[in-house]
């Protein structure tokens, strides 16, 4: 699972809305759908671990998704 779709996930269960999460972290509500569709990639690192952070999830967890597929190939 990338950042982006575990990010989505994430958020999705903790009930919060991509505005929810860009207001927390200064960004558009565009940038969060961005990242979540994986269009972009994460601009700074501590925007990821406050995300991760605000979604209830361990910063590793973030940044690490992409990280878990490719060891399993």
Do not use: H
Not at 8 to 18: H, T
Not at 31 to 48: A, G, L, T
Request: proline fraction near 3%; glycine fraction near 6%; charged fraction near 35%.
């Amino acid at each position: 699972m990338t950042l982006g779709k575990l990010l989505q996930s994430k958020r999705q269960k903790a009930g919060f809305s991509q505005s929810d999460v860009a207001e927390y972290l200064g960004v558009s509500a565009n940038y969060i759908s961005d990242v979540e569709c994986d269009r972009k990639e994460p601009s700074d690192f501590r925007r990821v671990i406050r995300c991760a952070l605000y979604v209830g999830c361990t910063p590793v967890e973030l940044m690490t998704s992409d990280k878990k597929k490719e060891d399993k190939v």
